[in-house]
Each structure stands twice: as C-alpha cells, then as structure tokens.
C-alpha cells in the first residue's frame, strides 16, 4: 500500500511539473518574448526511428522464428494443406506490402527531418498514382477472396455421403458431443427438454433419437470423412482444431457445419512429435465469459477399425438415462388420458420439436 501511495504521489508530481512547463510556454507566447528552439531533440528524435526500425524489426524476427512451432502446428487434415497455402501466400501479400511502408515511414521520419530553412513541398494530387494504387490492390484482393471463397464454400458445403457425423454444442464452460447411433441419424433436440441430465434436450419421442449417444471424448476415424455439426446453447463460441486447419463460429440460433478428413492418427502425431501425452484438442477461441479458458475438450484419431471397435461399445444417451425414457413415455399416457377427457377440461400439448436435427 506504501509502494502505490509513493507511485500515486510521483505521478501527480509528474502531471504539475508538466502543467507548470505548459503554462509557462503559454506565458511567453501571450507575451510575445516565446522563441522556437529545435536543438538537438529533433536530430536525436530522428535517428532514434531508424533505430526502433531496425532493432523492432530483428526482435520481431526472432520472436517468430522461435515460435513458429508453436503457431503453426503439423497439418493433420486434407483440406489443411490448401488452407495453409492461403494462408502463407496472404501473410506474403500483407507481409511485403507492410514491410515496404512500415521502412518508408520511419526512413522519411529521419530523411525529411526539419531543418531550418527548409520547406515541405505540397503535393496536392496525382492521378495516375491514385490509379496504381487503387487499381493493384483491388487486383490482388479480388484474387485472393476467389480463392478463398472456393474453398470456403467446399469445405463447409455438402459432405461426401460416408461422412461420420458428430453434433458439437458449445456452452458456458464445456462441450456437449452427440453421435447418431446405428441409423446414422441425428434425432430431434428441443430446448425445453433441457436440463441437468438431458443436457442437449434429447426429444426421445423422435424414434431417431433413440439410439443417438453422447462422449466426453470425441473419436473420429482416419482417412473418412467428418462432419462437425455445431450448435450454441448460450453465447458466441467457436470450434478451434487448430492440427485440422479448422475453425466455426458456433453461433445462438444459428446452426453451422464443417467437414475435413484426418490424415494422422492420434498415436502417428505423437510419434512424430516425439510427444507421448500428445492429445488433438478442440477449442472455443472466442472469448465467452469468466471460465473461457475451460472451453477445450480432447480429439482422438483412430484407425478405422479402432473407430468401428470404439463406436460400437458406446451406449446410447435413453440406455444410460432410462429414466429420461420413463418419464416421456409416462407423459405420453397422460396425454393419452387428457385426450379421452371431457372437452370442457384444460388439454396440455406437448412442446412442439424447436430444433430438429440438421
């Protein structure tokens, strides 16, 4: 408390010196005796440019050859190479682009330094420059949002039929995975299903549902197909898997989807690694409140026969909660018997499906 007391009262005496340096330049200018002395602060002001150029420019350097590994992790997906090649022939683009304007910006700061005597030139208008520099920059970003949106549109446009099929919900601070069971097909959710034990709202009337289960883990096979179904129950997140080169807003209301195919099993990264606790991680990379850093959970790759030994061990969600089951099938009755009742007694509907499978 000592400590930031003294800082406190260093700092105001900081600002009063500064108020005080002010008011006097003011005074001598109301005066008329106010003198402009350059000195040697504008010199040394100049050359200093160059040097954060050049020092900025080696530190920055550095720091991304050192950790380079770590932003750009091995590629384990098929569309990842094509996303990579964007990726870098974009980073070249902006990178030149930035690295030409950024030199001419502190060169000029320290050529055009003032000097007594000595006028700025006005320079008030250049067609032919404005067309250079308008016309090649619409060139190149036309070219590069074509290519992008090519592979945009394929990679989150229809997956191949043989796709495997994994539902990701995200939620303030965890993941939710859902499978379809053998019929490969999602059953119907609905919100109002939601609670402490139906977490994804399962709608078990839907026969579809039935045998659809839910993992802490998610496993998908190598060398097939995956398609991420992406759903939010609360807040903006986002399916980051950065070894797959993919990423997804999961948006409120808004269901969005994404299909990439595994090149490397779990166990092949972590040979190549040289990393036996490596683990594929899937995470939320939008911040979504206090506890965003739990938002990850852990991706396992399997050969596909592993796969089919893992997927067929699975129990499905009405199997592990019968009494979820239960209970619908006891509110069926009751409907059944409200139905039979006399028309003057109140009827209660159930909720009608408000999210069907997608």
């Not at 980051?240 to 808004?254: E, I, K, N, S």
Request: positive net charge; hydrophobic residues 50%.
């Amino acid at each position: 408390m000592t400590a930031l007391t003294i800082l406190l009262v260093l700092l105001l005496l900081l600002v009063v010196f500064g108020l005080l340096f002010r008011l006097q330049i003011f005074t001598s200018i109301f005066s008329g005796t106010f003198t402009r002395d350059i000195g040697m602060s504008n010199s040394v002001n100049a050359i200093l440019m160059l040097v954060f150029l050049v020092f900025g420019g080696a530190w920055f350097a550095y720091s991304f050859v050192e950790n380079f590994s770590k932003m750009n992790p091995p590629i384990a997906s098929v569309h990842g190479h094509e996303m990579e090649r964007m990726f870098w022939i974009t980073m070249a683009v902006i990178g030149v682009a930035f690295a030409i304007t950024q030199a001419l910006l502190f060169w000029y700061s320290y050529r055009y330094q003032y000097k007594e005597g000595r006028r700025a030139y006005f320079f008030s208008h250049n067609n032919k420059i404005e067309v250079i520099w308008t016309v090649i920059p619409a060139i190149v970003m036309a070219a590069l949002i074509f290519a992008g949106w090519k592979a945009w549109t394929r990679i989150t446009g229809p997956a191949p039929k043989d796709s495997v099929v994994v539902e990701l919900m995200g939620k303030q601070f965890n993941w939710l995975v859902r499978y379809p069971g053998r019929d490969m097909k999602l059953g119907v959710v609905n919100y109002r299903m939601i609670d402490a034990v139906n977490e994804f709202g399962f709608d078990l009337s839907d026969k579809a549902g039935l045998d659809d289960f839910t993992t802490n883990e998610i496993h998908v096979p190598k060398g097939v197909p995956v398609l991420i179904k992406i759903r939010s129950r609360d807040v903006l997140h986002a399916v980051y898997m950065p070894h797959f080169r993919v990423q997804m807003y999961a948006v409120p209301g808004m269901p969005t989807r994404f299909w990439f195919t595994p090149t490397m099993t779990t166990d092949e990264m972590r040979a190549k690694l040289g990393n036996p606790n490596f683990n594929y991680e899937l995470a939320c990379n939008q911040i979504c409140g206090g506890s965003h850093f739990a938002m990850k959970a852990s991706l396992v790759v399997d050969e596909p026969e592993d796969y089919q030994n893992w997927f067929a061990a699975q129990q499905s969600f009405s199997q592990k909660n019968p009494e979820v089951l239960a209970a619908l099938k006891q509110k069926s009755k009751t409907l059944v018997s409200e139905v039979t009742a006399p028309a003057a007694e109140a009827k209660e509907t159930a909720p009608a499906p408000l999210a069907a499978s997608y």
